[in-house]
């Protein structure tokens, strides 16, 4: 029988979101007769795979590495060569098959380490998300900044033996324009369990709304990048001939400035700041549309996850993931992105149009299952499988 291959699985990071769903989907349904995993992840979250047979959790407190390299100093670089050198000594420690790096800081590591140090370890980048949106969207005045991580894309693309895109759109940028190999560069769409978020979608929400409502839904974290002022603009315009109620599920470091934010649109006692849940779903299922006005996206599992709880999705056509989820006017609506105007026409016509939700909702739970775990634990391993394979005979 062939032994097991060995899979470090870096993953540094403080928050579990979108990425950290994905990571649990897939660590959970490897096949253990094929794939041992260690993964590294920070404490706070390695409690989110304390359920999963790992070989191994290995702690970045412990490593001492960090999670991001922000801004660019003497003393961030200097940490940052500090933690390439960590994972250098890990890898080699660990001696896995291949080292997998889980978004951009944790694939730039790993692809320099083996570039620098020449590890023989096999290394797949996963960068998750845009990478010239992200660089347009928090660099774009920083220069210092903006070229090192152009030199870090460069690195995690051109360096690594592979590299695993969650969108079509990612996949493109990476070869032409940060030059990883078009022939080792796949496109591994993320899974949700949409029987699982079906089944939880049905629990009842504690929720009360007043009669007359409309109810829109969004979720996520609350950062920057979701864009969530172009939600209340949209909505300002809406109120002035409509009733509606906003959810909004989640938390995150905006989210102070975005409840006090809801004054200035006039619409604070129209939004409902819910906070984290650990079943979002039976809030989504509650309301008439969910809207995701992310200014970029590596993929949208929540839009996924909103279609397969049946509710009918407006989302903007961001870099990438949006357009590569939902068929526009037949699963969902597209707009343009920062378009208010476009978003507040769309979503007035889907909540007016009862025939046209139910068509939206029909459509949007059989789109859901496109997307399911099991497409996307089979594109990971075939793809583990075809890089071990490449060491003697070459990747075709």
Sequence with gaps: MKAAMRILFLHPTYTFGGAERTAYNLLSNLDRQRFRITLVTSRRIAGHFSDIALEKVVCIEDLGIDVWCRPVTFANLSKFWKDVKVIKTLVLKESPDIAFGMMYYASALLAIAKKRYGLRTKVISSPRGPLNAYLNTFYAVNSVDRFFWKLNFYSLCHFADGVVAASEGTRSE????????????????????????????????????????????????????????????????????????????????????????????????????????????????????????????????????????????????????????????????????????????????????????ETFSRNAIRRASAFSVERMVKGYADFFERMMKSTTDGLT
Aim: glycine fraction near 8%.
């Design 174 to 357: 990476c070869i032409e324009d940060y030059k990883a190999d078009p022939m080792s560069a796949v496109v591994v769409h993320n899974g949700i369990d949409a029987k699982y978020v079906g089944e939880r979608a049905l629990e009842d929400a504690d929720i009360s709304i007043p009669s007359g409502y409309y109810v829109i839904s969004t979720a996520g974290r609350l950062a920057y990048e979701k864009n969530l002022p172009l939600l209340f603009e949209a909505l300002s315009i809406l109120k002035e001939s409509e009733k509606i109620k906003l959810l909004i599920i989640g938390d995150g470091p905006q989210r102070k400035e975005l409840e006090e934010r809801t004054a200035d649109f006039g619409i604070r006692q129209d939004v409902l700041f819910l906070g984290f849940q650990e079943n979002p779903y039976k809030f989504i299922r509650r309301s008439d549309l969910f809207v995701h006005t992310c200014m970029l996206e590596g993929f949208g599992n929540v839009i996924v996850e909103a279609m397969a709880c049946g509710v009918p999705v407006i989302a903007t056509d961001c870099p990438y993931g949006p357009r590569e989820i939902i068929r526009d006017r037949e699963s969902g609506i597209l707009v343009p992105a920062n378009d208010v105007h476009a978003l507040a026409h769309a979503m007035r016509d889907v909540l007016h149009d009862r025939d046209l939700r």
